[in-house]
Each structure stands twice: as structure tokens, then as C-alpha cells.
């Protein structure tokens, strides 16, 4: 079993490489205020065979872990730079996965341009186990909530909806009919979904209300129309595709697929409304906002069954 | 088995008191910059069997994750607001330990004027585990380090040391002997230990090098003359002992006994070296910093054995 000093000291130090971070020698990390800046923070957390497979590699773990909570910042507009971070290890977890799981945050780190800042590392009788405070600036004053959602706008989406539920099948070997490649890319899709930080800047300039697709489309929306006290009516075959969603939907039936894509969750896009006209290139039109409460989904301009969206309407 | 939406909406809800947290609706939370202040942030995990005792009660496991937390603030001299909270639930944690969970954060939480700001619940195979990031401001560029002890400073401690240490076998039921009220007192020491936050920001105002007092004064003292590239003298009969403590260390080899009390860990106190003449009251005086390195530990002026010290040389 690695010794935890051992392993801040050999993994994790290395990884601290802004000031702020005080070397990990510190207990703490130290954040100068920016004025004219809001700091954004978010906290996810994963479980070995509750959130990935227990054989998933640990430095897409790693960077799966970063990319999840990046993709709250990037919804809000926040620009990241650095995050905390507290592991579990299990006994199995010996040193060669840790350097595994330290190789993934650091890749993604180059990536994102994050630093680590602190944590705590931990060992556990049970499943690995870890969580991640990520932390990012956005123009202050400005960051969207889910709350601002007006009648007249328009509803958006970054990117396609369902890979990564797809992705989390094909990763179990279950959509081998799609072929090797398609198997390939939607397993990517699952294991190392791409935050949209490249669009949430400009997203969070003219959005009047904003989340993350995590739960699913369709519960992400609800959310929205929640929140903003406001009815959001989405057409589900508006809502965009990758070509290897679309060659599974060609196999199903249409209406059932579409709505499995659309509530199975762990997209990471951005789920945004807007007034008509304002949004950024890049952005798929599923919906409007109106007057009223809920979420109203059509397909092909009929109504579906509130009890067939297969969200929870919490 | 309780569903997440509900924890959160029913038992964490209610704690995200300042608008910071926006109702736990927004996935992030918004912190506005305050010129002339940095902010402190420390992160720090707890996993059932590992860092409390199964039986331990919900909601001082709760308040004991805060505070081992709040002591890393203080000795920084942070004035606590907030923290995000993640929580593995596991099957057996169900309605009522989440409520004692809860309502253990809620009762720090007025004791210590925090606010919940946002994270993640999930549920875990496992041992119960969790982490808070705990946020604090501090007079800008003025957060002590453990590397700035210099030559001709004192080194002080703040309360007592060694209660945790002995409240862990207290709640086991090792220490029948020092009467019902010893115990009492010691378990509650080591279950709700009380960080120094009255007594942070004079400290760190005066201060070259803090570090609070979890792994061991001697291991702590260790970090501190590593980091600082000074030697530490420290005087084993000069760390100030609780009545409780002292009346263990009556039944005890004088030595041993001191060296048990030195480096059992879990004080929470703040250790911290300065100018002489400087220390805030409520401080004792228990060594020097002098040129050289490493830490040098005398009893009654005879020096004590390095291979005696029982701390990590890390």
C-alpha cells in the first residue's frame, strides 16, 4: 500500500503548479481576489462502479473526474484555472494506478490549463472514491443561472445529445452492430466527454438562463422551465445528432430512440435560452420559452405523453 | 434507500443560507471578489472506519469534517463564510443518519456563521465518506506559510495537546480509570474538536510560520522546520497539558507518556513560530528556532532520541 506522503509528494506535487497552491506544503491554497471578477466554484464527486465501469483505465477516471466539473464552469461562462481535490484509494489502488490517475489530471491539466491547488488523499475499505472542487473566473455580475428564462426566448443546445449514453453501452459491448468505429468513438464520448469551454463565454453573454446537460435533455430542461418559472416547449427532432447516434436511431423506433437520447444524460453540452437572434454559431434551436409551467415536448409537432419523458419531475 | 433530489432539496437546501449558493439550483456557486482580501480555501476528506469510529454519531461526524477543516483556516488567520459539502451515502445511511448528518452541518453552521454553497450527494457500495472545501478571507498577501520561521523566533502553541489523542481511546473505552467526567470531557475532544478561530487572525498577524496541529505537535513542528530551512528546538515538558491529560501522564512513564501526548495528532490547535515577545495571549512559549535543520526535542534538558519521536520523517 503507498504511503500518502509518499504520494502527494512523488504524484500530486508535481501537479501544483500555480503559486496559489503553495506547493501542497501548505494545508491551504491561496487566492488573491481579481476585482471585476466573480470566482465560480463546483464540486462533483465519483464512485467506482457507481459513476464509470470498475475496469474504466484510472487517467480517463482522472480526467473524467475534471471534465465534469469543468463542464458546470464552462455553462456558467467561468474560465477555470485550478481545483482541489480529495481521493479514496482502495487496497487494489497500488502505486502503479495512482501514477495512472495522476498521468490523467495531468494531461487534462495541460489541456484545460488547470493547476492543482490542494486536497487530501485518503485511503478507504471501500471503493475508490474522489471529488473535485473546480474553480474558474467569469466577468462579475454576469454569470447566468438557471433562473432567468424569459417568454419570447429562444432554447439551445451545444453540440449532440446522447453519445454518451450510447457511449456507456458501447462501453459495455453492447452496440457492436454499429461497427468498430462508431463503437470506438461513442465509447470516447462516455469515458472523455469535451466540455464546452470553447462556447461558454460567448453563451454566457447573451443567455438568459443556462445549465449543463448532465441529468439528460429533457430533465436539464425541466429544470430550466423550474427554475425560471416559465414553460419551455422542445421539439425532440430538432435536437441534434452525431452521425453515430443517428446510425443507432436508424435501427430503433423513432419516436422511443429520440427519447432515449434525450434523457439519457452524461452530454456536457450547454443547455442555454436566449432572446431570438443571440446565439453564439455552433448552437442547435430545439425550443421556446412561453408563458406557463413545465415542459412541453413535441415530435413532429404532436404532443408526447408527459409519463413517456422518463424524467423525474422533481 | 432516500433518493438524492430529495437530500437535497429537504436537508441541504435549507443550509445554503447566503445568496452566494444560489439555492443549490445552479450546479456553481458565485463568489464576488473582495479587493483587499484573499481568499483561503482547504479541502480535507473522511471516510467511516478510517478517520471516525462506526458508531460515531451522523451529525458529529458532520461537525468534526467541518472543524478539522475550520482549524486549517485558522491557523491561516481566515475568517470562515462558507464550504462545499460531498457526500457517498451508503445503503444503510438512510432518512434519519441523513438528518443527523444534516443537522449537525446546521449546528456548526450557526456556531461558526458558515453557509452552505454547493456539491454533490451520491450513493456508494462503501463506508460512508466525505469532504468539505472550506472557504475563508484573509487580509490580502498577509496568509502565514509554514516556511517563513526564523532564526531567533520563538515556537508556541496554542490550548492543549494530546486530548485527541486520548478521546480516541476514551470512546473506545480505554480509559475507565480516569472517571467518568475525564472521559466525557476527552471524547468530546476528540469528537468536536474546537478550531482556533479566536485566535487566528492575532496570531497569523504576528506570526512567521503556522501549521495547525493534526498529524502531532512533533510531526507538525517537523513540517514547519522543513519547510522554513530552520532547526526547531522544542522543549517536551513545556507543551501544555489539559488537567485530564495530565492526570493520564500521572499513571504514565513521564517520558513515554509525554512523547504519546506529543505525537497522538487530531489537537486542532495552531503551532506557530514568531519574534519573542509577540505571541498573542492564551499562547505558550515551547521551544526556539535556531540555524540548522530538523527538529530537536529535549526532556528536562536531555536531548530525546530521534528514533524515539515516533512521527514520520517525511
Given at each position: 500500500?503507498?504511503?500518502?506522503?509518499?504520494?502527494?509528494?512523488?504524484?500530486?506535487?508535481?501537479?501544483?503548479?500555480?503559486?496559489?497552491?503553495?506547493?501542497?506544503?501548505?494545508?491551504?491554497?491561496?487566492?488573491?481576489?481579481?476585482?471585476?471578477?466573480?470566482?465560480?466554484?463546483?464540486?462533483?464527486?465519483?464512485?467506482?462502479?457507481?459513476?464509470?465501469?470498475?475496469?474504466?483505465?484510472?487517467?480517463?477516471?482522472?480526467?473524467?473526474?475534471?471534465?465534469?466539473?469543468l463542464?458546470?464552469?464552462?455553462?456558467?461562462?467561468?474560465?477555470?484555472?485550478?481545483?482541489?481535490?480529495?481521493?479514496?484509494?482502495?487496497?487494489?489502488?497500488?502505486?502503479?494506478?495512482?501514477?495512472a490517475?495522476?498521468?490523467?489530471?495531468?494531461?487534462?491539466?495541460?489541456?484545460?490549463?488547470?493547476?492543482?491547488l490542494?486536497?487530501?488523499?485518503v485511503?478507504?475499505?471501500?471503493?475508490?472514491?474522489?471529488?473535485?472542487?473546480?474553480?474558474?473566473?467569469?466577468?462579475?455580475g454576469?454569470?447566468?443561472?438557471?433562473?432567468?428564462?424569459?417568454?419570447?426566448?429562444?432554447?439551445?443546445?451545444?453540440?449532440?445529445?446522447?453519445?454518451?449514453?450510447?457511449?456507456?453501452?458501447?462501453a459495455?459491448?453492447?452496440?457492436?452492430?454499429?461497427?468498430?468505429?462508431?463503437?470506438d468513438i461513442?465509447?470516447?464520448?462516455?469515458r472523455?466527454?469535451?466540455?464546452?469551454?470553447?462556447l461558454?463565454?460567448?453563451?454566457?453573454?447573451?443567455?438568459?438562463?443556462?445549465?449543463?446537460?448532465s441529468?439528460?435533455?429533457?430533465?436539464?430542461?425541466?429544470?430550466?422551465?423550474?427554475?425560471?418559472?416559465?414553460?419551455?416547449?422542445?421539439?425532440?427532432?430538432?435536437?441534434?445528432?452525431?452521425?453515430?447516434?443517428?446510425?443507432?436511431?436508424?435501427g430503433?423506433?423513432?419516436?422511443?430512440?429520440?427519447?432515449?437520447?434525450?434523457?439519457g444524460?452524461?452530454?456536457?453540452?450547454?443547455?442555454?435560452t436566449?432572446?431570438?437572434?443571440r446565439?453564439?454559431?455552433?448552437?442547435?434551436?430545439?425550443?421556446?420559452?412561453?408563458?406557463?409551467?413545465?415542459?412541453?415536448?413535441?415530435?413532429?409537432?404532436?404532443?408526447?405523453?408527459?409519463?413517456?419523458?422518463?424524467?423525474?419531475?422533481?
Amino acid at each position: 500500500m503507498p504511503d500518502e506522503f509518499e504520494t502527494i509528494a512523488r504524484l500530486f506535487r508535481p501537479l501544483a503548479t500555480a503559486p496559489e497552491a503553495r506547493g501542497l506544503a501548505d494545508d491551504v491554497a491561496v487566492l488573491p481576489s481579481r476585482p471585476g471578477l466573480d470566482l465560480v466554484l463546483t464540486k462533483d464527486a465519483v464512485v467506482d462502479g457507481v459513476h464509470f465501469l470498475p475496469d474504466d483505465p484510472p487517467d480517463l477516471v482522472a480526467r473524467k473526474l475534471l471534465r465534469v466539473n469543468l463542464s458546470d464552469l464552462a455553462a456558467k461562462g467561468a474560465q477555470p484555472f485550478g481545483y482541489l481535490l480529495a481521493v479514496a484509494w482502495p487496497e487494489r489502488f497500488g502505486w502503479k494506478a495512482r501514477a495512472a490517475f495522476a498521468h490523467g489530471l495531468e494531461q487534462d491539466q495541460a489541456a484545460y490549463g488547470l493547476s492543482l491547488l490542494g486536497g487530501d488523499t485518503v485511503s478507504t475499505p471501500g471503493p475508490f472514491t474522489a471529488s473535485a472542487t473546480l474553480l474558474g473566473w467569469a466577468p462579475q455580475g454576469r454569470v447566468p443561472s438557471r433562473a432567468g428564462a424569459q417568454p419570447g426566448d429562444r432554447l439551445f443546445v451545444t453540440g449532440t445529445v446522447g453519445d454518451g449514453w450510447l457511449g456507456l453501452q458501447a462501453a459495455q459491448g453492447g452496440l457492436e452492430r454499429l461497427g468498430r468505429e462508431a463503437v470506438d468513438i461513442l465509447t470516447m464520448r462516455y469515458r472523455l466527454p469535451e466540455p464546452r469551454l470553447d462556447l461558454g463565454p460567448a453563451i454566457a453573454e447573451v443567455a438568459t438562463a443556462t445549465a449543463d446537460v448532465s441529468d439528460g435533455l429533457l430533465a436539464d430542461a425541466a429544470h430550466i422551465a423550474s427554475a425560471s418559472g416559465v414553460r419551455l416547449e422542445l421539439a425532440l427532432e430538432a435536437a441534434p445528432l452525431s452521425p453515430e447516434a443517428a446510425a443507432w436511431l436508424a435501427g430503433e423506433d423513432a419516436l422511443e430512440g429520440r427519447l432515449a437520447l434525450c434523457t439519457g444524460g452524461d452530454d456536457y453540452q450547454i443547455l442555454f435560452t436566449a432572446p431570438p437572434g443571440r446565439a453564439p454559431e455552433g448552437t442547435t434551436p430545439i425550443g421556446r420559452v412561453v408563458q406557463g409551467e413545465g415542459l412541453a415536448v413535441t415530435y413532429q409537432d404532436r404532443p408526447v405523453q408527459p409519463d413517456r419523458l422518463g424524467w423525474r419531475h422533481a
